[in-house]
């Protein structure tokens, strides 16, 4: 089936400015990038470090493992002062406690008490940390040190081949929490491992670059002590208990032992996150927590900033993608989801790994992009609808409404409520609209549908219920088509932009002018067809009942005078004149029917279309006046015959066409004159030329040239023309898409020019069109 392309308008008329998508993609990028750069900022600037504390001590207290049972501490507690004395003991209270648990047979002694001064008794101290067992002392660092030093390292008075000096020196945070033990501290002449660290190994330590001679201490090896809770959770005896004989050896052979203060008067207590708000910890439970820790092979530690740039990075651009794809309520929830899961996600990371990668700084950025993105989608949508409703208030019949909206707020009036009821006047005026259109549907005479691209049906008119019955509430115009007009077959075009126009017989007995018309959009583009079912049957009876008519007509028009002819070839003994007076009326009676029928074909406009030439035409046209040229001595020439002038026509009516227009230039030229036939190409199709000589015509006489039963202003009444020779030009040009022209003036001459396009516009039609693809 040809159909005709209908290509969309380069410009629509009233085109309505407003949403852009690509800016909102741009605003989704600005508001990524910005929070980006604010989530990096977090983590190098330790701006999240407080809230990162705040998790990691949430984490720490939720479910921590038990203390392992190889670990005990002998603590100089309240009980003790009270049945030993005050503090500072005697050195063979300390002598002696070595010497019991070295009996014992303890695997290790931490000894966290400070001997940095020289007491009575040092000698029998000293020759107690001689014994089997390994013993831990601490150093004491002050800072600054003396004469200009960075520190001043304090060793143990006492001492011996079997005892080791380790550091004890807690960090505390800037919250004033202790969360981590540095494994060594590392200073100008030596260094000084972590004393639970010396304690808990039994050798293979890691190993450090030393400072300089002459610098500060520098922290080596932050790690984060893994608390076993609050205080007390370690197995605890008292030191009175130990010397007074009371702890049996069995509970210390094997064990390491720790021996320091958990009297809270003794000042070595510390605020950890296990501790709780009003607790704090004693600073030999700290270094029995981070002994377990190295029994249990845990390495706490904490992961450095890019690891927490990149999880924060990856949190938030995956919540961007939601804010970006899903509805707000949906993308509330998948960012609440989100920032849980990065919180959870960091948690089980550490308790899986020990790695602790903070993650204050992403969920921070996290609960900062929704409300972020939310302003900026707003702003958004807020200044497209504004626009849009600039532009629509600029449209006929918009305007009023504008202006009215605008003339009703008071200056005082909030802009969100000027807007609202800007949109919502504009929503009233469009329904308005909208229900105009749909009454204009409904009051069309012809079944009417609007279908989409896909061939659903939009909208329905009465008539077309009526012609479809339920039909036009079905699912495709193929199934309300197929309903009503059974046999049609698909019903949708693949070309959005096409047009179509088909006959059909409905199921009700009537014959339907289909025609297929696009639908756009106010920019252009194509939404689908308004398909039209016109009711044709009274007009198709008509053309019947014409053709007969017609087909009598002729008839019996035909058959007298070719009676009357017949009858005077009989009868030679007639008057002369009065039987070429009764021939010639014969002979114009049968013109005038043969005439009337070509003309009634023409106007039926249903060719028959193939590709001819129109130059051969022309000469046959030619070829066939000749003889009636010669006899009135007026001389036929054909100009630019020899080319091809190939278009899209049908044959015989051209040739007549041709015929006519020829014969009627030699019909009126003068004796001796010429008349020329000429074929040439012009503005999208061909032209065909004749030129004569003869008396020309006034506007006047221009005017009324082309109608029915107009002969020329010279025909007398002994002319055999009846009229009706260029009536049919002017058919066969309407039928073709072409025109017919006349240019004369009085005295000299006329010209006729039918112009034809190379291809027939308009569709053919009782074709079914193709299917949508």
């Given at each position: 089936m040809p159909v005709r392309n209908a290509e969309p308008p380069a410009d629509v008329p009233g085109r309505l400015p407003g949403w852009q998508p690509g800016r909102l993609l741009t605003e989704w990028l600005v508001v990524g990038g910005l929070l980006s750069l604010l989530l990096t900022a977090l983590?190098?600037?330790?701006?999240?470090?407080?809230?990162?504390?705040?998790?990691?001590?949430?984490?720490?207290?939720?479910?921590?493992?038990?203390?392992?049972?190889?670990?005990?501490?002998?603590?100089?507690?309240?009980?003790?002062?009270?049945?030993?004395?005050?503090?500072?003991?005697?050195?063979?209270?300390?002598?002696?406690?070595?010497?019991?648990?070295?009996?014992?047979?303890?695997?290790?002694?931490?000894?966290?008490?400070?001997?940095?001064?020289?007491?009575?008794?040092?000698?029998?101290?000293?020759?107690?940390?001689?014994?089997?067992?390994?013993?831990?002392?601490?150093?004491?660092?002050?800072?600054?040190?003396?004469?200009?030093?960075?520190?001043?390292a304090v060793p143990p008075v006492v001492g011996g081949t079997a005892a080791r000096v380790g550091h004890a020196s807690v960090h505390l945070e800037e919250d004033g929490v202790v969360r981590t033990l540095d494994l060594a501290m590392d200073g100008s002449e030596r260094r000084w491992h972590v004393a639970a660290l010396l304690a808990g190994v039994d050798g293979g330590?890691?190993?450090?670059?030393?400072?300089?001679?002459?610098?500060?201490?520098v922290r080596r090896g932050e790690r984060l002590v893994g608390f076993r809770g609050g205080p007390g959770r370690?197995?605890?005896?008292?030191?009175?208990?130990?010397?007074a004989g009371e702890v049996p050896p069995e509970l210390l052979a094997g064990r390491i032992v720790l021996v320091g203060a958990t009297a809270a008067g003794l000042g070595d207590q510390f605020s950890t996150p296990t501790a709780g708000a009003t607790a704090e910890m004693p600073g030999v439970e700290m270094q029995a927590s981070f002994i377990a820790d190295l029994i249990q092979g845990r390495h706490l530690r904490r992961a450095g900033r890019g690891w927490s740039i990149g999880l924060g990075l990856v949190a938030l651009w995956l919540g961007m993608a939601a804010l970006l794809r899903l509805q707000p309520a949906a993308a509330a929830m998948y960012g609440a989801a989100l920032t849980v899961m990065t919180a959870v996600g960091a948690a089980l990371v550490f308790r899986q790994t020990g790695l602790w990668i903070g993650p204050g700084a992403a969920l921070a950025v996290l609960l900062l992009a929704q409300p972020v993105w939310a302003w900026r989608r707003l702003a958004v949508v807020n200044d497209g609808m504004l626009t849009v409703l600039a532009a629509l208030g600029r449209q006929p019949g918009m305007a009023a409404v504008a202006a009215g909206t605008a003339a009703a707020d008071p200056v005082t009036r909030d802009p969100v409520t000027k807007t609202t009821?800007?949109?919502?006047?504009?929503?009233?005026?469009?329904?308005?609209?909208?229900?105009?259109a749909?009454?204009?549907?409904?009051?069309?005479?012809?079944?009417?549908?609007?279908?989409?691209?896909?061939?659903?049906?939009?909208?329905?008119?009465?008539?077309?219920?009526?012609?479809?019955?339920?039909?036009?509430?079905?699912?495709s115009v193929d199934a309300a088509m197929n309903a009503g007009l059974p046999g049609f077959g698909t019903a949708t075009l693949a070309d959005?932009?096409?047009?179509?126009?088909?006959?059909?017989?409905?199921?009700?007995?009537?014959?339907?002018?289909?025609?297929?018309?696009?639908?756009?959009?106010?920019?252009?583009?194509?939404?689908?067809?308004?398909?039209?079912?016109?009711d044709i049957s009274a007009l198709r009876r008509?053309?019947?009942?014409?053709?007969?008519?017609?087909?009598?007509?002729?008839?019996?028009?035909?058959?007298?005078?070719?009676?009357?002819?017949?009858?005077?070839?009989?009868h030679p003994e007639l008057d002369a004149d009065l039987a070429a007076r009764l021939r010639q009326l014969a002979t114009r009676t049968v013109a005038l029917a043969d005439g009337y029928l070509q003309l009634a074909r023409a106007d039926a406009g249903d060719y028959a279309m193939t590709e001819v030439d129109l130059a051969a035409i022309v000469t046959e046209a030619v070829d066939e006046l000749w003889p009636q040229s010669q006899a009135k001595d007026v001389r036929l020439v054909g100009e630019q015959l020899d080319d091809e002038a190939l278009l899209t026509g049908n044959y015989q009516l051209?040739?007549?066409?041709?015929?006519?227009?020829?014969?009627?230039?030699?019909?009126?030229?003068?004796?001796?004159?010429?008349?020329?036939?000429?074929?040439?190409?012009?503005?999208?199709?061909?032209?065909?030329?004749?030129?004569?000589?003869?008396?020309?015509?006034?506007?006047?006489?221009?005017?009324?040239?082309?109608?029915?039963?107009?002969?020329?202003?010279?025909?007398?009444?002994?002319?055999?023309?009846?009229?009706l020779g260029l009536a049919f030009v002017r058919a066969v040009a309407d039928g073709h898409g072409g025109t017919i022209t006349c240019t004369s003036t009085a005295g000299a001459g006329a010209k006729f020019s039918l112009w034809l396009p190379l291809m027939l516009a308009a569709p053919l039609t009782g074709v079914a069109p193709p299917a949508l693809h």
């Open positions: 983590v190098l600037t330790g701006a999240a470090r407080r809230f990162d504390q705040v998790l990691y001590d949430y984490v720490l207290v939720t479910r921590p493992p038990p203390p392992p049972g190889d670990i005990i501490i002998i603590g100089i507690d309240e009980t003790s002062l009270a049945q030993l004395g005050p503090w500072p003991w005697p050195r063979r209270f300390h002598a002696e406690a070595i010497a019991r648990i070295s009996a014992a047979g303890a695997r290790a002694i931490g000894y966290d008490v400070l001997f940095t001064e020289p007491r009575p008794g040092d000698a029998v101290l000293s020759a107690a940390l001689n014994g089997r067992v390994p013993v831990v002392l601490p150093t004491q660092f002050r800072v600054p040190g003396s004469n200009g030093r960075g520190y001043d330590l890691p190993a450090f670059v030393a400072a300089e001679a002459g610098a500060p201490l370690f197995r605890s005896v008292p030191f009175a208990a130990l010397l009821e800007l949109l919502e006047a504009m929503i009233e005026r469009v329904e308005s609209l909208r229900e105009l749909n009454a204009a549907l409904r009051g069309l005479p012809d079944a009417t549908l609007l279908v989409d691209r896909g061939g659903g049906i939009v909208a329905a008119n009465g008539a077309a219920a009526a012609l479809f019955g339920q039909a036009p509430t079905l699912a959005p932009n096409s047009a179509w126009r088909g006959e059909h017989g409905a199921r009700d007995g009537s014959i339907r002018d289909i025609r297929f018309t696009p639908w756009r959009d106010a920019q252009g583009a194509p939404l689908g067809w308004i398909v039209r079912f016109a008509a053309e019947m009942a014409r053709e007969e008519a017609l087909q009598l007509l002729t008839h019996d028009m035909r058959a007298p005078q070719a009676t009357i002819l017949a009858l005077l070839d009989r051209l040739l007549r066409a041709a015929v006519n227009l020829i014969g009627n230039a030699v019909k009126f030229a003068p004796q001796g004159s010429v008349v020329t036939a000429r074929v040439g190409a012009a503005a999208g199709g061909w032209r065909f030329d004749v030129i004569d000589t003869g008396p020309g015509l006034t506007g006047a006489e221009q005017a009324r040239l082309f109608g029915r039963f107009r002969t020329g202003p010279k025909a007398g009444a002994g002319s055999d023309g009846v009229g």
